[in-house]
Nanobody, 127 residues
Framework: QVQFVESGGGLVQPGGSLRLSCAAP????????IGWFRRAPGKEREGVSC????????TYADSVKGRFSISRDKAKNTVYLQMMDLKPEDPAVYYC????????????????????WGQGTQVTVSS
């Protein structure tokens, strides 16, 4: 059974940075659009960013535009989410998943199109 592995979370001060990694043991990420999502306590899971299968296009939630950057490394079979200028509203468990229904990203992520969710990685922003 495929399950992605997210890592890189941690505790940072407001304005700090983190880089999250999404690995897929035994599964080739190449060929799939990969999305990053987050779920904060008491809130629904929301799409944060997506990168197309080719890496040629990216989408971001309005709340993270200009601060987060998604990328993929084919050789390492890994997708990254670089997070900068972290804010008090960013803390959540961050997840990655593969879009099994389309190779491109949609403006608004459709969670039901994604699979192979990992356990997530916790991001905490606190001074």
């Amino acid at each position: 059974q495929v399950q992605f592995v997210e890592s890189g979370g941690g505790l940072v001060q407001p304005g700090g940075s983190l880089r999250l990694s999404c690995a897929a043991p035994g599964f080739t990420l190449d060929g799939y659009a990969i999305g990053w999502f987050r779920r904060a306590p008491g809130k629904e899971r929301e799409g944060v960013s997506c990168i197309s299968n080719s890496g040629g296009s990216e989408t971001y939630a309005d709340s993270v535009k200009g601060r987060f950057s998604i990328s993929r490394d084919k050789a390492k079979n890994t997708v990254y989410l670089q997070m900068m200028d972290l804010k008090p509203e960013d803390p959540a468990v961050y997840y990655c998943a593969a879009n099994l229904m389309r190779a491109a990203c949609t403006a608004v992520a459709r969670t039901y199109e994604y699979a192979y969710w990992g356990q997530g990685t916790q991001v905490t922003v606190s001074s």
